[in-house]
């Protein structure tokens, strides 16, 4: 049977969220489990990630498969995975994160039944008790629909947090005719897979079912302050390379492809700039990088000129004088952090 989807789930030291996550994907319903590939793709673990997941390959063999390889990080478990993958369309699962079962059946019949370039799904932001803390939810009457990227606009009434990778799923020979990859040995690579997913499309399919249950709040996870003060040069990375696609190909795009891609750039360029200006020692940001992504912005047409402003307010010495004495974090970028979870 052809298989309609790959899954790829990047793995690294998982073993403690590794069952949760492949449990979620078993289903019951033998015609749409066969549809299934599974690629767990172990990142290098030192814990018993690899043991889990090759149990789970030996009970569900066809289905479940387990790829072990040194450690590259986040964009190299994906770019083995997609020159492994099978499945029409692809689609990313962290090993801390799951799926919904009964939305996984749904979601398989109606990649049955589209051929759109990009499928985007509502998903579920989870506690450690699997409580959800909120929802990104695609409203009612977009469920189930088709159209062009050129007549859709995804922020007139969809969630902006619609183009985070939770929510999709993409068909895996745009990546493949684009010669897509994501880079490696940094971090918030989904980032690269949500921008070239959204910019390789020209068709879209808005999904009914609630698949992906994105957990937080875990130790460690990428997206926790200290994780983004240590990789903030991963930030750099990326930003200029979805900039200079963005430069490159801008006048080529329709009006609202540009409105979202300049959207993703604009999340991260604000992270960026929070970080690098609120909570790392003036001494350790270097200005010319700033300035010269700043710069890609101006062409762009993306604003951020509030975050402008927080420059010049970088050498403050009652800053210099809390990070000198052990308060890693300004306290502005907590007072954001907390504005912005109560929203």
């Not at 749409?32 to 090759?54: P, Y």
């Not at 030996?58 to 083995?80: L, V």
Request: charged share 25%.
């Amino acid at each position: 049977m052809n298989k309609v989807l790959t899954i790829v789930i990047p793995t690294y030291n998982m073993e403690k969220y590794l069952h949760r996550c492949l449990d979620s994907i078993i289903l019951e319903g033998e015609e749409q489990f066969k549809q299934l590939e599974v690629l767990v793709v172990n990142d290098g673990s030192k814990d018993s990630s690899s043991a889990i997941a090759h149990d789970y390959e030996k009970k569900y063999p066809g289905i479940i498969r387990i790829i072990d390889k040194e450690n590259g990080n986040y964009g190299s478990c994906f770019n083995r995975g997609l020159k492994e993958a099978s499945g029409k369309y692809i689609k990313l699962l962290d090993a801390d994160d799951y799926y919904n079962t009964d939305e996984l059946e749904k979601y398989l019949i109606e990649l049955s039944g589209t051929d759109a370039d990009i499928v985007f799904s509502s998903f579920n932001i989870v506690d450690e008790t699997g409580k959800v803390t909120s929802s990104m939810d695609i409203p009612t009457e977009n469920k189930g629909k088709s159209m062009s990227f050129d007549e859709c606009s995804l922020f007139d009434k969809l969630p902006s947090n619609l183009v985070a990778m939770h929510a999709i799923g993409i068909k895996r020979e745009n990546l493949i005719n684009n010669s897509y990859f994501q880079q490696e040995g940094i971090s918030y690579t989904d980032t690269e897979y949500s921008f070239f997913g959204i910019l390789y499309a020209n068709t879209v399919y808005f999904s009914s079912s609630c698949l992906y249950q994105y957990y937080v709040g875990r130790e460690g996870q990428t997206v926790s302050i200290d994780a983004q003060i240590k990789h903030t040069n991963d930030y750099v990375l990326i930003l200029n390379r979805l900039l200079d696609v963005l430069i490159e190909q801008k006048s080529s795009l329709a009006k609202y492809k540009i409105e979202v891609l300049a959207y993703i750039i604009s999340v991260m360029i604000k992270m960026y700039l929070l970080v690098s200006i609120l909570a790392i020692p003036s001494k350790d940001v270097n200005k010319e990088t700033v300035s010269n992504i700043l710069r890609k912005c101006d062409e762009c047409g993306i604003s951020v000129a509030a975050l402008k402003q927080l420059i010049r307010y970088h050498r403050i010495p009652y800053l210099k004088l809390w990070l000198n004495n052990g308060i890693s974090v300004h306290p502005l970028f907590k007072l954001i952090q907390s504005v912005k979870s109560k929203k």
